[in-house]
Structure formats: C-alpha cells, structure tokens
C-alpha cells in the first residue's frame, strides 16, 4: 500500500461519514506501518503503551496464554486499551498473515482527533469492545455486565 491509498483505507473503516478534512488529519498525523511476515510482532507484553496500531488491512492477533487469541481485523484497534489506561501492554500482540498495514496514533495524534465528536464515540466503543473480548476469554463462567 502507498502512502496516497491511506486516506482512503482509513475511509473504509471508519463506521461514521468522516469529512476529508478528517480523514485527511488522521493520515497526516499518524504513522503507516506495514508488517510483513507472520508472528512478526506489534507488541511485547510488558511494551509500554505509547501509542496503538489502527488496522487498515490484514489482521493481528493478541496472543492470551492458555486461552483462545483475539484476532484483530480491519478497523480493530491493537493495544488501544493499554494506551488509554496508559499501562504496559498485557499481552504479546502479532502479526496473523502475511500482509499487515496499519497507521500508529501516538498520544498527540490521538489528542487531535478526540476533537471530533464522531471519533470520540468511535473510540469509546472500541474500548468497551476491548474490555468484552478480554473478558469473555478470560473469565469465560461469569457474566460481565458494562
């Protein structure tokens, strides 16, 4: 992927109409990271959380011992919840394929972007959607209710 195709990656997984101004902002102010190989990794546990890695294309994989992993697909933000806790990440975090794009949002670029109403809803959901995916893994016998 080139750098000209970000905006509109970023376009496709968004799940609000975004201006282009914004997408445009979210492009300029991240980092695109590509991966290529699998189990090449995207986070360590222990990493400290000084940003997080929004998926545009591929999928990742957040490695959970004895237990079932998470896979992250387009859209699915990886390490964001460490990040927001501003804790270190609790779990190796990989590349699942071959092929793995992704922008890296740092605590600035996030900042800027929490500006916009409809990102800000976006994260939140994104968060709790984190919290579930652990949970549910986790602590599989009981109901977990946010």
Request: glycine share 6%; net charge negative.
């Amino acid at each position: 992927m080139d750098f000209l195709n970000i905006p509109e990656k970023i376009r496709e997984i968004l799940p609000f109409e975004a201006s282009p101004f914004i997408v445009e902002e979210i492009a300029m102010q991240s980092s695109y990271i590509p991966f290529s190989g699998p189990g090449e990794i995207l986070f360590k546990k222990g990493d400290p959380a000084l940003g997080f890695y929004w998926i545009l294309n591929g999928e990742a994989e957040i490695i959970i011992p004895n237990k079932r992993s998470i896979i992250l697909s387009p859209g699915a933000m990886a390490g964001l919840d460490s990040f927001i806790e501003e804790d270190s990440l609790p779990f190796d975090i990989i590349n699942r394929g071959r092929k793995l794009d992704c922008i890296f949002i740092d605590r600035r670029c996030y900042n800027n972007m929490r500006e916009h109403h409809e990102f800000n809803r976006y994260m939140n959901r994104m968060v709790l959607n984190c919290l579930r995916s652990y949970r549910n893994l986790l602590l599989p016998t009981e109901r977990i209710y946010l």
